[in-house]
């Protein structure tokens, strides 16, 4: 159970207001038993560079940044600044050497008191841009205080963070149509649901203007104010941004070189012998003489940092019990009971259904083209189905059938992962749900689509080929596309979950032809070389063909028609094909079989290969 704060009819509070915002100023605050200081002493990260050398990337930092201030870390490009901020969040454990918390770092694995505590937003806004901002709150929302506010509750809590951020007038705009300084604000009003003490953000001004970066760190500062502990990485702010900040981090080459507060960076720089020159902007400045434009200052500014203590007076974080009392308006505390697994699976299975209808490429446009190609195939094949002449024919649909269900499905499953990457790291660190969670939610929401697409295409291709008119048999060999098309995306899957996009489709592209050389129809079964046939019988297409032609030919298929033109009709017995490519012996349910245990052996594969890829920064 997690504490949301202090409350009052909604769930929210009134506390600091912003010189920089006319809306209502209304910020979350921290309870007291919260607040949480963040100390880390003689941070060392040192990675491999080259075939046997090591980069010395931190070499011994040490900080303390404390709740209900604003933190910045600052440093030329290539400093190490984000490589700080991923030792500090527990998100770069490994080649780390130090304390946080007073935990070593090697010791604890990264997992720090706070971490769960905390939020992680990346410089990348990783919104989804299907969903208006209402609609990602709700379902942040939803993931994160679960059923223990009520709907109209929750609804509270959100105006609430949008009035408090300035993005009420955004209310019903999609992410997609979002500016860069609303969609950071969006970004931080998604974590800010459940409150979090500590909040850790890498470049939330990049891409930014000057009023949206002064902005968003105002919106920073005004909710440190709140007992947050605020950390960020930015660029050289500009003069009125950087004294927002309450603190100042400044590594250079991994080495700290100055810590203080913004206001004593003068002073700082005077003691240095450095001065830094009228009517120039102290933090580009301290920028140039951290690169080394002035000259190699380093162990200098290092030793005079930690000589002398620059830090200013603690911010006094306001009670946040006073307004209330003041007024005489009842307080309230809300306890989160943090939801369970099953209610984040119901949100995310809604999100993934809304995603799949709203995205019109994924739904509608595939929709339309399995409808156009089944047509093409069917009038392709046509009389194919009951011709007596054209059974070699009908049995090459059968194998196009396999090739285009194998490509449609496979092909858009490898990039499917690689897209949402991002998003489920930062969801993952943040601990909106559980891994497993998502993937069942995925599975579900994707497989009955997947069922859609193909039998779209496997109706339109089957009746205008004119294939036999029993349901017995159309449902076999609808159940079959279904098996094959649902064992490729399954490949494309773990594909994308073990390579790169490009490596991914290239290598299914090449798989799906090696499969297609040993389903037995360029080569029958028949035909095969004993010494590889093996290699058939771990090819799914292999079974995939077996079981559509038996679903047409087998089981004691009547006797085909013949065109009266033909003088010898040879596949007027179906079984003659069945006998000629191999597969009299076949078994329809031993086909079904096969698939099946291939799709959920891969799947628990995928699920395996997903959550290294997921965490494998973390480690
Ligand atoms: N996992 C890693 N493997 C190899 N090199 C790394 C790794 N992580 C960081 N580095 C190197 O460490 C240095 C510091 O990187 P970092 O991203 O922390 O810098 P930064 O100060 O955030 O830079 P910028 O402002 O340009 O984003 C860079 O030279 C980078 O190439």
Redesign the pocket.
């Known amino acids: 159970m997690a504490l949301l704060g202090e409350c009052c009819s909604a769930a929210l509070q009134p506390a600091a207001s912003s010189s920089h915002s006319s809306h209502r100023a209304v910020y979350l605050q921290v309870p007291k038993n919260k607040l949480i200081d963040i100390d880390f002493s003689d941070v060392k990260f040192t ?3 080259g075939r046997k050398g090591t ?1 010395d ?1 931190l070499r011994g930092v040490s900080g303390r940044y404390l709740s209900g201030e604003l933190t910045a870390i600052m ?1 030329p ?8 901020l991923n030792v500090v969040t527990g998100v770069q454990v490994s080649g780390v050497t130090g304390t946080v918390g007073g935990v070593s770092i090697s010791e604890a694995g990264g997992a720090s008191g706070f971490r769960k505590e905390s939020c992680y937003i990346t410089q990348d806004d990783m919104l989804n841009p299907l969903f208006t901002v209402h609609e990602i709150m709700t379902m942040a929302a939803d993931f994160k205080l679960g059923s223990s506010l009520s709907t109209k509750a929750k609804q509270l809590v959100i105006e609430d963070i949008l009035e408090t951020l300035g993005l009420t007038g955004t209310r019903e705009t999609r992410c997609c149509r979002l500016s860069g300084g609303q969609r950071k604000r969006v970004s931080i009003a998604l974590e800010l649901i459940d409150n979090p003490p500590v909040m850790f953000l890498d470049e939330p001004t990049t891409g930014l203007d000057s009023s949206a970066s002064a902005q968003v760190v105002s919106t920073l500062k005004a909710l440190a104010r709140g007992g947050r502990t605020i950390v960020c ?1 930015i ?1 050289q702010p500009s003069a009125s941004v950087f004294e927002l900040f309450d603190h100042v981090h400044v ?1 250079a080459k991994g080495r700290t070189v100055y810590q203080g507060s913004a206001l004593s960076v003068v002073p700082f720089l005077q003691e240095a012998e450095l001065p830094c020159p009228k009517y120039h902007n102290p933090a580009d400045f301290l920028m140039d003489v951290a690169s080394g434009e002035l000259g190699d200052h380093g162990t200098n500014l290092e030793r005079l940092a930690n000589a002398k203590e620059w830090r200013g007076e603690r911010s006094i974080i306001k009670d946040p019990t006073q307004d209330f009392t003041d007024k005489g308006t009842r307080k309230a505390m809300v306890l989160i009971r943090k939801p369970t697994e099953l209610d984040r699976f119901w949100v995310l299975l809604h999100r993934s259904m809304i995603q799949l209808y709203r995205d019109w490429t994924v739904t509608h446009l595939k929709l339309a083209l399995h409808f156009v190609v089944g047509i093409i195939f069917g009038l392709y094949f046509a009389d194919a189905g009951w011709d007596g002449s054209k059974t070699i024919s009908n049995f090459g649909f059968f194998m196009c059938t396999c090739v285009y269900l194998g490509y449609t499905s496979m092909m858009p499953a490898v990039l499917r992962f690689p897209q949402e990457m991002n998003t489920l790291k930062k969801e993952q660190y943040n601990n909106w749900y559980k891994l497993r969670t998502y993937y069942i939610a995925f599975i579900v929401a994707n497989i009955p689509v997947q069922m859609v697409f193909c039998t779209v295409f496997t109706s339109m291709a089957y009746f205008i080929s004119s294939q036999v008119a029993d349901w017995t048999r159309f449902v076999m060999f609808l159940s079959m596309c279904q098996l094959l098309s649902i064992m490729s995306e399954s490949i494309g899957l773990f594909l994308g979950t073990t390579c790169n996009p490009v490596n991914g489709t290239f290598l299914g592209a090449i798989f799906i032809a090696v499969c297609m050389l040993f389903a037995g129809f360029l080569v029958f079964l028949a035909h095969m070389p004993t010494y590889l046939s093996w290699a058939a019988d771990l090819n799914y297409m292999r079974y995939a063909l077996e079981g559509l032609s038996l679903s047409v030919y087998g089981y004691g298929r009547e006797t085909l028609e013949c065109p009266r033109t033909e003088i010898y009709c040879h596949f007027r017995v179906p079984a003659t094909l069945l006998s000629e490519v191999g597969m009299e012996d076949g078994r329809y349910w031993i086909d079904v079989s096969a698939l099946a245990a291939m799709i959920v052996l891969l799947r628990l594969v995928s699920f395996v290969t997903l959550k290294r890829k997921v965490s494998c920064n973390t480690r």
């Open positions: 990675v491999k560079d980069k990337v440093g490009s290539g400093a190490g600044k984000s490589s700080l990485t660029h590594i």
